[in-house]
């Protein structure tokens, strides 16, 4: 079961980009959404309560904050035990 991964991400963040490479390297497909784009940071205020990048989306679960802090819950969302992702 594939389950569906939102990156919120801005230009220039060095963090987004470390996700972005992450994605790209497991080969597993994303969306991307710009919160610097009109409605998109308010959008993810809505839903998950925080307006900056880099969030990831997954499944259910999201993630914030700088690459290496969000890496962990990366690998244990992604990997064989997909039940770990909260």
Do not use: N, W
Not at 36 to 60: N, S, W
Request: glycine share 10%; proline share 8%; aromatic share 10%.
């Amino acid at each position: 079961m594939t389950m569906k991964i939102i990156r919120y991400a801005s230009p220039g963040c060095l963090g987004c980009a470390a996700i972005k490479r992450y994605l790209e390297g497991r080969a597993l497909p994303f969306e991307e959404r710009d919160v610097t784009a009109p409605g998109v940071a308010e959008e993810a205020k809505a839903r998950y309560g925080l307006r900056v990048a880099p969030i990831t989306v997954i499944g259910d679960a999201f993630f914030y904050g700088p690459f290496a802090q969000q890496k962990p819950k990366l690998d244990a969302c992604l990997g064989p035990d997909v039940a770990s992702c909260h």
